[in-house]
């Protein structure tokens, strides 16, 4: 089955600085990676995801790029803030069924 | 448009108790999915199920666990006998059709003591 791994696990920047997240997948099948962000106790959210045909996407400060032939895809957000805080989960699926979670990254943003 | 609903937000139920989770998907939302997320640990896949069938169980434990997604009504996960290794927070993802986005409630979190 599909094995997602993420690094770093912990991430400290200061806060106007670039964060990057990167992950593997083992699937070459998987078509969908999504990434949420998680506030404490509260549940993931969505914040941006890339398909497979597709090789970089942007929303605003967040931007999402992929690597097919190597299996990795990567989070970039930059101008980051102190609300960027939070645990950043990538996931990989075969057309968005079986979602494997990478352990996730704990971001944190000093003003 | 509410988003996905769970409830309750957090339970407490002793060891050989029953434990039920129930998840209210989005409107117009045909697909509930069940993750498991340990502390300091990304979300496990337990269950996809559309409304009256489960279409992928394999993330989900043989023994114990079950879960359904009737015609009317929310989804449920039912934790029968629950030991201590069963705390956890348990998150359910409602999507409109395969292969869509999922978005995710807030959680279940269960103790069990």
């Known amino acids: 089955g599909e094995n997602v791994e993420q690094h770093p696990s912990t991430l400290s920047v200061q806060e106007g600085d670039s964060a990057v997240i990167k992950c593997t997948y083992s699937?070459?099948?998987?078509?969908?990676f999504p990434w949420y962000k998680q506030e404490l106790g509260k549940g993931p959210q969505l914040i941006i995801d890339?398909?497979?045909?597709?090789g970089e996407k942007k929303d605003q400060r967040i931007a999402v790029t992929l690597n097919k032939t190597a299996k990795h895809f990567s989070l970039h957000i930059t101008e980051t803030q102190p609300e960027d805080s939070a645990v950043y989960f990538c996931a990989a699926s075969i057309n968005n069924n079986d979602m494997r979670f990478g352990a996730g990254t704990r971001l944190t943003v000093k003003p | 448009n509410a988003g996905v609903m769970q409830n309750p937000r957090h339970l407490v139920r002793r060891r050989g108790q029953e434990a039920r989770l129930r998840c209210s998907p989005m409107k117009g939302h045909s697909h509930v999915y069940w993750y498991r997320q340990l502390p300091e640990e990304g979300l496990k896949f337990m269950v996809y199920l559309q409304k009256e069938n489960i279409i992928d169980e394999s993330g989900m434990p043989k023994e114990r666990f079950s879960a359904e997604f009737p015609k009317e009504g929310p989804s449920i996960l039912r934790i029968q006998q629950v030991v201590r290794g069963d705390s956890a927070a348990y998150f359910c993802a409602s999507s409109p059709l395969q292969g869509h986005e999922q978005y995710f409630g807030p959680g279940t979190r269960l103790t069990v003591t």
């Open positions: 890339i398909r497979s045909n597709v």
């Open positions: 699937d070459s099948a998987s078509n969908y």
